[in-house]
């Protein structure tokens, strides 16, 4: 049989600059694709009509290439998308797979529901069987969000396994752990899960890398992958690397963002080479080119080193 190559992705949200945890799983992303000759997709999910300003996409770019990161393929631009995530959905609602849920944020956030692994709640399928007139009643007043419907508690459909190239196995029963989950919200944005795995399945990308706190949601992605005969990538879920708090790095943390560094003078190799000796790729204050970071790239090194890391103000001092 023919060895598939790698078809990997960038997959920015535009609400902020590149921050050294966004490169540290980009950097491992793209050396492993690159490392195995295969392809690279830039996407710009931009779905969140708050993360549309192109200008924003455009510095993420500039980062990325400074970084001495490449892609084949893209920008492709989910804001351009939205006929294509609208066709899934309504083939899922067609199949009776969906359902108009009117709970408000209150609502659902009831001190009684259960939490799913990723601090999210459970949804306890309030409206999942509210009959015609009642759905008629209740858009009255409220624009529905759309649910999509898992299989029942220990049914065969709703045992999701991931086998994670960094983490292991990752098993979810869908019904116990996360519950019904959304496809599109209430004003009509369509969720993340729903269009990550359209855009991954339509952009042929067979290898997903992120950040270890999307690992849970990699479950639903490929319960609604397996819906819509979409192939399901292999996953690689990488380290966070976060503030001295705990906290995952965001915006608010701006002196670690890519272009804050670079204004302070520090060199895109000395950033790869602190980031490539986290995983035990490079010497201490060593610099190395993004390019030199995918030859010596594995997954064992990152198997070895899957502890999240705490991002001190001494970072590149240490
Ligand atoms: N757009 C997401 C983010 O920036 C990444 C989604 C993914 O990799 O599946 O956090």
Redesign the pocket.
């Known amino acids: 049989m023919a060895h598939t190559l790698p078809v990997g992705r960038f ?3 535009p609400s902020g600059h590149i921050h050294l945890g ?1 490169a540290f799983s980009s950097l491992i992303a793209w050396a492993s694709v690159r490392s195995q000759h295969g392809r690279m997709v830039l996407r710009i ?1 931009d779905i969140d009509p708050r993360a549309q300003d192109r200008r924003v996409a455009d510095d993420l770019m500039r980062d990325y290439e400074w970084l001495g990161l490449d892609w084949d393929e893209g920008p492709y631009f989910q804001s351009d998308r939205l006929d294509i995530y609208e066709q899934a959905v309504d083939s899922l609602t067609a199949r009776g797979l969906t359902y108009p849920c009117f709970c408000t944020r209150s609502e659902l956030h009831s001190a009684t529901a259960p939490h799913a692994s990723d601090g999210t709640f459970v949804y306890q399928g309030t409206c999942r069987h509210l009959t015609a007139d009642q759905v008629r009643e209740k858009s009255k007043h409220r624009h529905p969000a759309t649910r999509l419907k898992v299989p029942d508690a220990g049914s065969a459909e709703g045992q999701v396994t991931i086998r994670d190239r960094v983490y292991g196995d990752y098993h979810e029963d869908l019904a116990t752990d996360c519950g019904d989950f959304l496809i599109r919200r209430s004003d009509g944005v369509f969720a ?1 899960q729903l269009v ?1 795995v359209v855009d991954d399945g339509l952009m042929g990308v067979n290898e ?1 890398v ?2 270890r706190d ?1 690992l849970p ?1 990699s479950a639903r992605q490929t319960y609604l992958a397996r819906l819509l005969h979409l192939p399901e990538p292999s996953c690689a879920h990488v380290p966070l690397l976060v503030a001295p708090d705990g906290r995952r790095l965001s915006k608010r943390d701006r002196d670690t963002d890519i272009s804050s560094l670079r204004e302070a003078g520090i060199s895109a190799e000395a950033i790869v080479g602190r980031l490539a000796n986290l995983i035990g790729l490079a010497e201490r204050g060593e610099a190395i080119s993004a390019e030199e970071f995918a030859n010596r790239f594995t997954w064992d090194a990152v198997r070895h080193h899957k502890r999240d890391v705490v991002v001190t103000e001494n970072f590149f001092l240490e």
């Open positions: 997959a920015p949200t966004n999910e993340y990550v997903v992120r950040g999307l949601s």
